[in-house]
């Protein structure tokens, strides 16, 4: 799946919060090998930088800042 196609996935509030998650986690794969990291590696970036664990978001509006954060690097 592309980029584009996750970062539409990962902004459509008419998905539940677990199918959004897991298109912001695809988007930041790409921003991963981008960037020349881990995947792992810049989950832990944003945990550090943000507060939000990608992993397990607790809402909408944690799981849009962490991403929006991401794609701005």
Do not use: W
């Not at 996935?9 to 998650?21: C, H, M, S, T, V």
């Not at 897991?22 to 020349?36: E, F, K, T």
């Amino acid at each position: 799946m592309s980029h584009s196609s996750s970062r539409k996935g990962a902004r459509n509030e008419a998905y539940p919060l677990a199918q959004r998650a897991s298109h912001v986690r695809s988007c930041l794969n790409h921003v991963a090998n981008r960037l020349g990291m881990k995947r792992a590696e810049l989950i832990e970036k944003v945990l550090a930088d943000t507060g939000v664990d990608l992993n397990y978001p607790e809402n909408e509006s944690d799981l849009m800042r962490a991403f929006d954060y991401f794609e701005s690097l």
